[in-house]
């Protein structure tokens, strides 16, 4: 493996004097993880020398492995994050590791502003060893709509007309759906009562809210 190059323990005998071995490493091209012509020189206390060559062929099987990225995270649905950072990649062989970008997925949840994004990198060595880094951004909308305007309370004669309901209400993220229901209380004569309307805004999620307008006809 290229991460694991062993010095093999070559011997050598002389004729009338003790040996010293040195070895030497040359890389070359050839094969994604290179190649090393490692030289041996065997030399005699007088100089004399011999010589041994070996050709290390290099492999790299082990897959580039992530030691920093974006960690999951949980937003709601108006505060999306923009693409993060590339995550960080090593390799037991390559000084710097090719990470691309690959995409983004979204898992559909239970309503238009609950889902999952997956953002995933691709991370390369030079002997083509893959590896792919996941984030995942879980999105929903926990907020209220909030009503913009509401009818004002008012006090009308018995014989005007009921004055129409008028309501609006904005979201953070989607469309709002506003109802309206009215409950009428007798008042102190036939020709008086009073009619309390509520108002409810609900957007996509389910998530509501009220409000109410009085109306007293006398």
């Known amino acids: 493996p290229c991460d694991n190059i062993d010095v093999v323990a070559l011997t050598a005998t002389d004729n009338c004097s003790d040996v010293t071995i040195t070895v030497s490493d040359s890389p070359v091209s050839g094969g994604c993880a290179g190649r090393i012509i490692r030289d041996y020189v065997a030399t005699d206390d007088c100089g004399n020398e011999a010589t041994a060559q070996q050709i290390i062929t290099l492999i790299d099987e082990v897959v580039p492995v992530f030691v920093e990225g974006p960690s999951d995270i949980d937003v709601e649905c108006d505060n999306v994050p923009a693409e993060s950072a590339a995550p960080l990649a090593t390799d037991n062989c390559d000084e710097e590791v090719e990470v691309s970008y690959l995409g983004e997925e979204i898992i559909n949840g239970n309503?238009?502003?609950?889902?999952?994004?997956?953002r995933s990198w691709l991370a390369v060595d030079h002997c083509?060893?893959?590896?792919?880094y996941s984030q995942n951004i879980n999105v929903s909308d926990n907020t209220a709509p909030v009503f913009t305007e509401v009818a004002a309370?008012?006090?009308?004669?018995c014989d005007?007309?009921?004055?129409?309901p008028f309501a609006t209400a904005d979201d953070n993220c989607g469309e709002v759906t506003i109802t309206?229901?009215?409950?009428?209380?007798?008042?102190?004569?036939?020709q008086a009562s009073t009619m309390v309307r509520t108002y409810t805004?609900?957007?996509?999620?389910?998530?509501m809210s009220t409000a109410t307008q009085t109306i007293t006809i006398v």
């Open 128 to 132: 083509d060893n893959e590896a792919t």
């Open 153 to 157: 309370d008012v006090t009308i004669e």
């Open 111 to 118: 309503c238009p502003q609950n889902y999952t994004i997956i």
């Open 160 to 164: 005007e007309d009921m004055p129409a």
């Open 180 to 190: 309206v229901e009215g409950v009428s209380t007798p008042g102190d004569c036939p």
């Open 201 to 207: 805004a609900m957007d996509e999620c389910g998530n």
